[in-house]
T-cell receptor, first 114, second 114 residues
C-alpha cells in the first residue's frame, strides 16, 4: 500500500535537545511538506520541498531545519532554538507543487518537550 | 492577503440530523478549495475539492460542498450524519500569486450525539 509513514508516533525530549522527526513516502510524489498543529490554530506550514535538494521556508520555519536528500524522505529537525516545540507534527506530500493538487498526510508525530 | 475562516470551532449535532460546516475565504486571485477530515490522532484525508466547473461538489462519506464566489464561501454539508462522522474538519484554500500558498482554516470539531 502506498502512503506516508511518520515515526515515532510519540516522542519525548528534554528542553535544549535537538530532535529529528522522520517522514517517508512511497507515493512517488515530488512535493513534501511539514506542518505543525496546535489546538485552535489549525495547520501551519513549517517547510516544503518541491524536488530533491531543494526546500523553502513556510510561515513558521524559525527553530526548525529540514533536508531532502532523497525523493522519498523529508526529515524535520526541531532544534533547541524553537521556543515552543511541543505540538503535533504532520508530514504531507503531493504529486507536485501545484495548488490544484491535494495533499496526502501521514499519521503524525506528537512531540512533547519538558 | 489570503485567509480562511472557519467560524465554528465546535458543532454538536444529533445522529441522523443534517449538518453544515462553514468556511469563508478571502483572496484577490482565483482559488482552489478543499475540505479535509481528521480523525483523532491521525493525519488529514481529503473529503472533496473544487477546482473549476460545477459549484456543487460531492465527496466521500456522503459529504458535499458548494462554492459561492460572490459570498466567498465553501460550506460543507451532509444531510444525515452518523456517529462515525465525529472528527475535525478543515477547510483549505490554495492560490498561486507568485509564491505557493496553501492555507488551512483552524478547523471545526464535529461531535455527533446519539
Amino acid at each position: 500500500d502506498g502512503g506516508i509513514t511518520q515515526s515515532p508516533k510519540y516522542l519525548f525530549r528534554k528542553e535544549g535537545q535537538n530532535v529529528t522527526l522522520s517522514c517517508e513516502q512511497n507515493l512517488n510524489h515530488d512535493a513534501m511538506y511539514w506542518y505543525r498543529q496546535d489546538p485552535g490554530q489549525g495547520l501551519r506550514l513549517i517547510y516544503y520541498s518541491q524536488i530533491v535538494n531543494d526546500f523553502q521556508k513556510g510561515d513558521i520555519a524559525e527553530g526548525y531545519s529540514v533536508s531532502r536528500e532523497k525523493k522519498e524522505s523529508f526529515p524535520l529537525t526541531v532544534t533547541s532554538a524553537q521556543k515552543n516545540p511541543t505540538a503535533f507534527y504532520l508530514c504531507a506530500s503531493s504529486i507536485g507543487l501545484l495548488t490544484t493538487y491535494e495533499q496526502y498526510f501521514g499519521p503524525g508525530t506528537r512531540l512533547t518537550v519538558t | 492577503a489570503q485567509s480562511v475562516t472557519q467560524l465554528d470551532s465546535q458543532v454538536p449535532v444529533f445522529e441522523e440530523a443534517p449538518v453544515e460546516l462553514r468556511c469563508n475565504y478571502s483572496s484577490s486571485v482565483s482559488v482552489y478549495l478543499f475540505w479535509y477530515v481528521q480523525y483523532p490522532n491521525q493525519g488529514l484525508q481529503l473529503l472533496l475539492k473544487y477546482l473549476s466547473g460545477s459549484t456543487l461538489v460531492k465527496g466521500i462519506n456522503g459529504f458535499e460542498a458548494e462554492f459561492n464566489k460572490s459570498q466567498t464561501s465553501f460550506h460543507l454539508r451532509k444531510p444525515s450524519v452518523h456517529i462515525s462522522d465525529t472528527a475535525e474538519y478543515f477547510c483549505a484554500v490554495s492560490e498561486f500569486s507568485g509564491t505557493y500558498k496553501y492555507i488551512f482554516g483552524t478547523g471545526t470539531r464535529l461531535k455527533v450525539l446519539a
